[in-house]
């Protein structure tokens, strides 16, 4: 009963705030509900394969549930993918910002799931300054990336980024709309809440 009274107080005092919560409160639930029908069926078979592994059954049967795994799909999910005013700074070099080299350790992984699936922490506009602060240096927060970063993105293996989060609109409406741009242009599939 709290949880809804803290949502119904929510929604009245800052409704864009609401609308990103409702976006992500939908996305989630639609993820839960297909998450949850994918792990019966996988625990279904897994408990009638446990339970004949049990009465010996040979070994080449149970390789078919390694092979079985094999053909099932991989979904990776990131979140919270995000420069803060330093590292802006660390990906500029030569006169060019470049930050493929963030998901260095990480592409392999990304690129070897069947959807890769990332948070994109706020908007990449051309327009405007970017990242303005890091966490506790008295600076107020404002979160906006160099084009190269969603390029980045793209590269080490994401199929797909939410905009969906409390700091796409950092650059107002017109930061949202560039990001929506470039990520149309490199061919990034997104996710947005539109009302």
């Known amino acids: 009963m709290r949880l809804i009274n803290y949502i119904k107080d929510f929604k009245y005092k800052s409704r864009w ?15 839960k509900n297909t998450f949850k029908q994918f792990f019966r069926s996988l625990f279904s078979s897994l408990k009638a394969e446990q339970s004949i592994e049990e009465k010996g059954i040979s070994r080449a049967y149970q390789d078919s549930y390694f092979d079985k795994l094999n053909e099932s799909f991989k979904i990776v999910f990131c979140g919270d993918m995000l420069l803060l005013e330093d590292q802006v700074k660390r990906g500029y070099n030569n006169g060019k910002y470049d ?12 690129k070897s799931a069947d959807l890769s699936i990332g948070v994109l922490e706020g908007p990449s506009d051309r ?8 966490y506790g240096d008295g600076k107020l927060l404002s979160i906006n990336f160099p084009a190269a970063f969603p390029n980045a993105l793209k590269e080490s293996g994401f199929d797909l980024v939410t905009l969906a989060n409390n700091h796409i609109l950092d650059k107002g409406s017109h930061g949202l709309l560039e990001t929506i741009d470039l990520l149309n242009r490199i061919g990034l599939n997104y996710a947005v809440y539109q009302s």
Do not use: A, G, P, Q
Not at 127 to 134: D, I, K, P, R, W
């Open 127 to 134: 327009t405007s300054s970017f990242s303005t602060s890091n």
């Open 99 to 110: 930050y493929n080299d963030v998901f260095e350790h990480t592409k392999d992984i990304l």
């Open 17 to 31: 705030k609401y609308v990103l919560f409702k976006s992500i409160f939908s996305v989630l639930v639609r993820i």
